[in-house]
């Protein structure tokens, strides 16, 4: 006798940035991000009675890498849901962006995970803790990666306590409750793949910079500031403002990075050329900023109406500094998918 279920459900890249944690893996400051639609990862579970056995499965390959991963998403998450020892998981996932490509996939994979598991809680008629499916898999992502309780929800979600969202909230994201223009509901994002390799700082280590560092107390009352200073802004459609907070925001990001003890540098110098590219283009009329993640990759950001211009901008002078010309063009999107219903297999 197994059960059987399965999600897809995407990435999301963070206008305000979650930087610091405090234990268990609640944010030292609000974030805002928007979910995106092309890179998403799809899980399949199996479970069967049994002691808690975990084995993992990427890309059709069994993969033991994997396993400490899971393992401590269900150690996370045992107190919530004790039920889930009692199972053995054999857990199918692949994503629909390449591995190696340095796109976050802890927010895709953790929250269609989670989903999953909420999703056979309720076939079980297990207790929900939280108020309803999607709050509780937005829990369990953020237990396993802070970033992936955003990406429960399409569309633009906020994660984090602060005073401009009221309802807002360390232990669960929710979507952003206030009015965004249409400019922004399928804004572009095309990723720029400068880096492919492995991550310089983990987000572990990164977000543990954050304890004592000189800026910290500044930093988490400026992202406080620059959430609030999104409202207006997207329900005003005002793009030039947002692409001018977006940047602030990912430099502030690096900045922080390279003042911290012990310092990192992630950008490359190719994605300063970049950021310089975008800078001027914008200075010359074209709808386009960018953000960035911990790493070297960079995020052109641009209105849906701007996209035919954007596009060949990017092919004609961002791709020469990307690795094989490598990018993805992404938006928007509409949050995760159920692929199957929960399933007993006899
Ligand atoms: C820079 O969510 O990857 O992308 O909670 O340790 O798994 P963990 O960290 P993670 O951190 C994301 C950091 C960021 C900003 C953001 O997505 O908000």
């Given amino acids: 006798m197994s059960f059987h279920t399965a ?51 990427v890309d059709g390959v069994d993969t033991p890498s994997f396993v400490p991963k899971v393992a401590a998403f269900f150690k996370a998450i045992a107190e919530r849901h004790p039920w889930t020892a009692h199972f053995d998981w054999r857990i199918q996932t692949h994503n629909t962006f390449p591995h190696s490509s340095g796109i976050a996939s802890s927010a895709s994979g953790m929250s269609a995970l989670a989903l999953c598991v909420v ?21 369990l992502a953020r237990l396993g990666s802070g970033s992936a309780s955003r990406s429960v929800y399409g569309g633009w979600v906020v994660w984090g306590r602060t005073p401009s969202v009221p309802g ?30 492995q991550k310089a700082v983990s987000s572990t280590v990164g977000h543990g910079l954050m304890n004592g560092h000189p800026f910290a107390e500044a930093r988490f009352a400026t992202a406080h500031d620059n959430l609030a200073a999104f409202q207006p802004i997207l329900s005003s459609g005002d793009v030039g403002s ?10 502030m ?42 790493g070297a990759n960079v995020h052109v950001l641009y209105p849906a109406r701007a996209e035919q211009t954007v596009r060949e901008f990017v ?32």
């Fill in 253 to 294: 990001l690096h900045g922080l990075m390279m003042a911290s003890n012990p310092p990192f540098v992630l950008m490359k110098p190719e994605t300063l050329a970049i950021l310089e590219k975008i800078q001027n283009a914008r200075r010359d009329g074209l709808e386009v900023g960018f953000t960035l993640d911990a």
């Fill in 7 to 57: 999600w897809q459900s995407p990435s999301n890249i963070a206008l305000v940035k979650y930087w610091g944690k405090t234990h268990p893996q609640l944010p030292t400051n609000p974030s805002l991000s928007m979910t995106l639609d092309a890179c998403r990862t799809e899980t399949s579970v199996e479970i069967i009675p049994g002691g808690g056995k975990l084995q993992v499965w």
């Fill in 315 to 346: 092919t004609t002078s961002l791709s020469t500094h990307c690795k094989d010309g490598a990018c993805i063009h992404d938006r928007v999107g509409t949050g995760p998918q159920q692929l199957t219903k929960p399933k007993l297999l006899l």
């Fill in 119 to 139: 999703s056979l809680a309720r076939e079980f008629q297990e207790r929900i803790p939280a108020k309803d499916d999607l709050r509780e898999a937005s829990v």
């Fill in 168 to 197: 807002s909230n360390q232990e669960w994201a929710h979507p952003y409750p206030d009015a965004i223009d249409p400019v922004f509901s399928d804004f572009r994002d095309t990723v720029l793949l400068v880096d492919v390799g």
């Fill in 242 to 251: 947002f692409l001018a907070l977006a940047e602030r925001e990912a430099l």
